[in-house]
């Protein structure tokens, strides 16, 4: 299996696919890890190059040994894209992964060509909300949390016809480490990206899922409207996290807005 040590945290990494056409780094959510994107990337062209990883404390990555940033996180994704030889590339980030997206765009906008913002704003919930999950989690671990999350992750539809992957699902988020879960809290309590989004000047597809409870709709399209030119697209009957409960939409979104970009 293939890890890098990026700014010191040892990290999990995976690439497919090749081609002239711009890769595309893809951003995962919180409580969770690579596998998200699956859906989409098997649909994908196998023309072109991606690659998906795991954020330090998720999935096979390194826990961090001192609090982080949503900056920290974009360096280790411009430090991944670095290992992998990608000068030029797209970010496709969802929840978390599309603050990340923006952080990185703001760091260094002579290598974004691109951003798909999935289920995402410059700023997510309050302060108040965010202590009191990480302090939840800290007293009682992620079990506590785990059925709230899943209603702000998957629309009732999948939460009612689709039980045995929303249990996989929710295994998925017991199995993220206390520690990653509640520093990337934190990460994401402390941000505000207003600005960098107003400053985004590359082609931007936003994305929201019509029954999403964490980032509703309109404050994702909040976000399309802060990003000059950005395409916005809602996707109905699908909760926070698209690309598990609607893949083939999302890829085909996804496909179209890469179709517009041009090669390397």
């Not at 995402?120 to 999350?149: C, E, F, H, K, Y």
């Not at 109905?236 to 179709?259: C, R």
Request: hydrophobic share 45%.
């Amino acid at each position: 299996m293939p890890f890098a040590r990026i700014n010191e945290i040892t990290t999990w990494y995976q690439e497919s696919g090749s081609g002239p056409a711009l890769p595309v780094v893809f951003a995962n959510s919180l409580g969770t890890d690579h596998r998200i994107w699956a859906g989409v990337t098997n649909r994908l062209s196998a023309t072109r190059r991606f690659v998906v990883y795991d954020k330090r404390g998720h999935g096979m990555s390194d826990l961090s040994p001192q609090p982080y940033a949503i900056s920290d996180l974009a360096a280790d994704l411009l430090a991944l894209a670095d290992h992998c030889g990608i000068e030029r590339f797209v970010i496709c980030g969802v929840s978390v992964g599309g603050m990340v997206a923006l952080a990185s765009a703001a760091a260094q906008p002579e290598r974004i060509a691109g951003l798909v913002l999935c289920d995402t704003a410059p700023r997510i919930g309050t302060p108040d909300m965010w202590n009191i999950r990480i302090s939840q989690v800290r007293n009682d671990g992620l079990s506590g949390i785990a059925d709230s999350v899943m209603e702000r992750w998957f629309s009732p539809g999948f939460r009612a016809t689709r039980q045995d992957e929303l249990a996989g699902w929710r295994n998925l988020l017991l199995r993220t480490p206390a520690q990653g879960y509640t520093e990337t809290c934190a990460a994401i309590r402390d941000a505000d990206l207003s600005a960098q989004a107003q400053a985004i000047a590359v082609p931007t597809l936003v994305v929201a899922g019509a029954d999403d409870l964490s980032t509703p709709p309109d404050l994702v399209r909040a976000l399309a409207d802060q990003v000059s030119g950005a395409q916005f697209a809602l996707i109905e009957g699908v909760g926070h996290i698209p690309s598990i409960e609607q893949p083939d939409i999302l890829a085909d979104l996804l496909g179209e807005f890469l179709e517009t970009m041009p090669h390397e």
